[in-house]
């Protein structure tokens, strides 16, 4: 209790300071959770089921264990992996070495993938078994790739990363595609590179029969919920803006409605609608 911010609403549910501000809870459960003075905040206690589920979750999902709910909601199962989308879904369980970024499942009949790396534990791990396991690992940069080893390792499956953004901690990674020009990874799966964030950074669009084509975007592209539009984060722009925006522009000549993100919230519109909404972010940038 001696940490709680002081920013909390009143009541059961609050966060600490070890907050990193990472989005997760932001996103998630933005009827409860936002964020002031560089830190996440309750800024309403929940009010209905829905409500106390997603702060179950967001406690379960926060890398620093910041997210604090109350002892009659520990009944309570985050229920992780959750689907988001026919077939994609939320892993939950962010790592704080990825500053808390989003992983993503994609259960498919070929084999499932993981996007991005979260904490490996026991408790994902029975769920993923479950669904099928894993069969391919996409990296989408250097940030994001966290327990991707040990989960390589427990499921025997390859792992792509672009070669620009390999380091010492993924030197083993056995797939590195270099240059900019997109790569088939099977019929309904192409990786993307998208250099500007960092120089290695890359999407995976995930094309499927059954949906319109998924954008698992990393740090390239994520929706806004206060403004409700696509942003980069120029901020957050590690290697070249100019090559960022080379790389959003190169990204419009696909078509796909949804953009699942490392950091900021999921997008859920028309690929039409996506499309413009794209070309507004490439003229403000």
Request: with cysteine.
């Amino acid at each position: 209790m001696r940490r709680r911010l002081d920013t909390n609403a009143i009541g059961d549910t609050w966060v600490d300071d070890a907050c990193i501000d990472c989005g997760t809870c932001q996103w998630m459960v933005p009827e409860v959770f936002d964020e002031t003075g560089g830190q996440a905040r309750v800024h309403t206690q929940p009010r209905d089921a829905d409500a106390e589920l997603g702060v179950v979750r967001a406690a379960v999902s926060c890398p620093t264990a910041s997210i604090h709910a109350p002892s009659y909601l520990k009944h309570l199962q985050p229920g992780f992996p959750v689907e988001m989308l026919p077939g994609v879904y939320h892993c939950g369980y962010h790592h704080r070495d990825s500053f808390g970024a989003t992983s993503w499942l994609v259960v498919r009949r070929e084999g499932n993938v993981l996007v991005d790396s979260p904490r490996f534990t026991v408790a994902l791990m029975r769920q993923l078994d479950k669904l099928g396991g894993v069969s391919r690992i996409v990296l989408t940069h250097r940030d994001d790739v966290a327990d991707h080893r040990k989960f390589a390792q427990h499921y025997g499956c390859p792992r792509t990363l672009h070669q620009d953004d390999v380091q010492e901690s993924t030197s083993d990674v056995e797939h590195q595609p270099t240059g900019t020009a997109a790569v088939p990874l099977a019929d309904d799966l192409l990786f993307i590179p998208t250099p500007g964030h960092t120089k290695g950074s890359a999407c995976l669009l995930y094309r499927p029969a059954h949906l319109d084509p998924v954008l698992f975007s990393g740090d390239h592209l994520a929706w806004s919920l206060a403004d409700e539009q696509l942003h980069a984060f120029r901020d957050f722009c590690w290697h070249d803006w100019g090559a960022q925006r080379r790389s959003m522009e190169r990204l419009a000549e696909h078509a796909f409605g949804s953009v699942l993100p490392g950091h900021g919230a999921p997008a859920f519109l028309q690929p039409e609608r996506m499309g413009r909404e794209l070309a507004a972010l490439i003229r403000r940038m």
